[in-house]
């Protein structure tokens, strides 16, 4: 069974930093993409950050960039996501997602985690 756990959601003041993980299992981690998704309230789901773990190739959304790193623990089947420079535009429910397929369709979805940032 694949599945997916995110942690590291919080409350956090604006220019502060927090680091989500997404622990994944049930599948090879070595060879598909994981994906870090936010939804804030009342607006759409967003993509914010995939990353292959073959290669390590990365893609980050312009809100982003800069600010965001995510990075791969393919020994620990974790996926995570150094968030710097907060804003409170962030504040969302963060999600992992993974892609099995390798076609960019991210069938597999976490509970997600909390981030706010206060101004």
């Known amino acids: 069974e694949v599945q997916l756990v995110e942690s590291g959601g919080g409350l956090v003041q604006a220019g502060g930093s927090l680091r989500l993980s997404c622990a994944a299992s049930?599948?090879?981690?070595?060879?598909?993409?994981i994906g870090w998704f936010r939804q804030a309230p009342g607006k759409e789901r967003e993509g914010v950050s995939c990353?292959?773990?073959?290669?390590?190739?990365?893609y980050y959304a312009d809100s982003v960039k800069g600010r965001f790193t995510i990075s791969s623990d393919n020994a620990k089947n974790t996926v995570y996501l150094q968030m710097n420079s907060l804003k409170p535009e962030d504040t969302a429910v963060y999600y992992c997602?993974?892609?099995?397929?390798?076609?960019?369709?991210?069938?597999?979805w976490g509970q997600g985690t909390q981030v706010t940032v206060s101004s």
């Open positions: 049930g599948f090879t981690f070595d060879d598909y993409a």
């Open positions: 997602a993974a892609d099995l397929t390798g076609l960019g369709e991210y069938d597999y």
């Open positions: 990353i292959s773990s073959s290669d390590g190739s990365t």
